[in-house]
């Protein structure tokens, strides 16, 4: 507890990312660390001592005893459990450490069940249903969006999904077998297209919260906006990408192997299991394409917000920044 805590230099910033989130390589050993899947394994009552040892770590005070190591792992988990702008727990199914064991699953199931219409209904649902848990858990949350707003996005989504997967599953009934198996990206990444702008619209109608370099608050732009969520519809598409455009093209060539027809029962096993190992490294990657913390020219702002921010700042504030979410 806090009364026990005594105030510990230990000569570090808790906030201060580990690696270098300006290169590539760096922001990929960032979510390598936090998307790790293991962490939705640890207990709820793990997480709130995560969550309060952060804290007590930025006021100062840490436990007597306590190493760097074990403030780096409370670091970790609650980077992975917790919202970077409200720091409210999120749900557990929207977490991108969810992505790997929940996008497996379904996404082996969209390649597997990929050939009559009502299969690809059904999990091209399934599919949307969990893309709106994990858009809406990762949005920009000072951007508050109403029930009403989720429910038009969620449906508008899923009508993209289903209406662009039923309509090429019909349009390739007579084309080569492998195109059929890439309908289900075709149709994840229209669906991503429309479900990220929808579900965060919020933030494109009122703007979101940019600040200067230290962090201190400048105003809401629209453009800030839409430049955040053309990065998280890019990350999105390129995570599913790899996964459903070459294992198709294996299991395709798999599929010709005497042995393989003998155990068909296990296909749908094993593209689940050859989905997980290509989230496994997908989903750090596709989060690292582009900062977190996103960067505007000044320049690039609305002409009102510009004028505002150099007549209190002058030309002391060339950029500004904000939480593109993921």
């Not at 991108?96 to 597997?112: E, H, K, N, R, W």
């Not at 913390?293 to 004028?307: G, H, I, K, T």
């Amino acid at each position: 507890t806090y009364a026990k805590m005594a105030t510990v230099s230990l000569g570090f910033n808790i906030d201060s990312p580990r690696w270098d989130q300006s290169t590539f390589v760096g922001r990929l050993k960032h979510f390598l660390n936090i998307t790790d899947p293991r962490t939705v394994l640890v207990p709820e009552e793990e997480l709130d001592r995560a969550k309060a040892l952060v804290e007590g770590c930025r006021a100062g005070l840490v436990p007597p005893g306590s190493s760097q190591d074990q403030l780096l792992y409370a670091k970790k988990l609650y980077d992975s459990a917790f919202h970077p702008d409200s720091g409210e727990k999120m749900n557990l199914v929207g977490r991108m450490s969810f992505q790997v064991p929940g996008g497996m699953a379904i996404t082996g199931c969209m390649l597997q069940f990929c050939r009559t219409v009502p299969a690809v209904v059904f999990w091209q649902w399934v599919n949307q249903s969990f893309n709106a848990f994990v858009n809406y858990t990762n949005r920009n949350a000072a951007s508050p969006i109403s029930l009403r707003q989720i429910g038009v996005a969620y449906v508008t989504a899923t009508g993209a999904a289903l209406a662009t997967a039923v309509g090429l599953n019909l349009y390739t009934k007579r084309a080569p077998p492998l195109l059929a198996r890439w309908v289900p990206f075709a149709a994840v990444a229209a669906a991503n297209c429309v479900n990220i702008p929808m579900m965060r619209q919020q933030e494109i109608i009122n703007g979101i919260t940019v600040t200067d370099e230290n962090n201190n608050e400048l105003g809401r732009s629209r453009r800030a906006a839409v430049k955040g969520i053309a990065q998280v519809v890019l990350s999105r598409i390129t995570m599913a990408a790899p996964g459903m455009i070459i294992l198709p093209i294996i299991m395709e060539r798999l599929e010709k192997f005497t042995f393989m027809q003998r155990i068909r029962v296990l296909h749908g096993p094993l593209q689940v299991l050859l989905c997980g190992g290509f989230l496994l490294f997908m989903v750090p990657a596709a989060c690292a394409l582009f900062p977190q913390r996103c960067s505007l020219a000044l320049a690039d702002l609305e002409v009102e917000l510009r004028d505002s921010i150099v007549a209190k700042h002058g030309d002391k504030v060339p950029y500004v920044y904000f939480n593109k979410g993921l």
